[in-house]
């Protein structure tokens, strides 16, 4: 008897540590997400608490946090926000990279992480940490393409690095060359307009309105990149 509740005891913590590590984009993540884009963040917040307590260590809940700040601030473009919730990228790669490893997301969430504090520093003129996080990105990117070669949204955030780099003003142009890195803005945006077509049909179909959002926004978001954000 003793043994059976042993047994019994060991299972329980066994499935308790394999609960620990997850990434899940389920039905209230996808909600959630889908709040974020179309900037509905008080309901998107709440949507993410009802999966906190459901599965609270799903990895997806601390992207989509990310998310938050990086839609809320490209939409204030507040520069007193945007000093105040840049802290927030350190603690949240952290968090991932404590989570599944095996999970074609633990590679990819940290990249997204990076890459939207990308956009964000560039957008408000922090070009040469801008560089750095996106190339951080790509490296990501590249690692998780190699051990997961049909997970198709690396496809979406590898056109966006191009993007990056393509969109580097000429006077900064040396940062991309010490990186070792570089773009192409309308190489980007094609990529991204075949990805549009392949998403519909797909398990990751929810991305689509995130690529659209890009191809309806990088030209004039970028067009504009040499003027940053002043207070």
Not at 60 to 79: C, G, P, Q, R, V
Not at 95 to 124: C, T
Not at 195 to 210: G, I
Not at 215 to 220: H, K, N, S, V, Y
Request: charged residues 20%; glycine residues 4%.
């Amino acid at each position: 008897m003793f043994k059976k509740h042993l047994l019994f005891l060991l299972f329980l913590i066994s499935s308790t540590l394999t609960a620990k590590a997850n990434f899940n984009f389920d039905a209230n993540c996808i909600d959630a997400y889908k709040a974020i884009l179309a900037l509905r963040i008080p309901e998107a917040k709440l949507i993410l608490q009802k999966e906190r307590q459901q599965n609270p260590q799903n990895g997806i809940i601390i992207l989509l946090n990310n998310y938050i700040d990086y839609f809320s601030l490209l939409a204030s473009e507040n520069k007193n926000d945007y000093d105040r919730l840049s802290d927030n990228k350190s603690a949240r790669i952290s968090l991932l990279e404590d989570n599944d490893k095996n999970s074609p997301f633990y590679l990819f969430s940290q990249a997204e992480v990076y890459l939207q504090w990308s956009f964000l520093k560039a957008r408000f003129g922090d070009y040469v940490s801008s560089g750095f996080d996106s190339k951080k990105a790509n490296s990501l990117l590249k690692e998780n393409e190699e051990k997961f070669p049909d997970f198709l949204p690396n496809q979406k955030s590898l056109a966006l690095v191009n993007v990056i780099f393509g969109a580097i003003p000429a006077s900064f142009r040396g940062i991309t060359r010490f990186l070792g890195m570089n773009g192409n803005l309308e190489t980007g945006v094609k990529q991204l307009e075949q990805l549009k077509s392949k998403l519909p049909e797909t398990k990751f179909s929810f991305y689509n309105d995130e690529v659209v959002f890009f191809l309806w926004t990088l030209i004039p978001m970028f067009c504009t990149i040499t003027r940053p954000i002043q207070n």
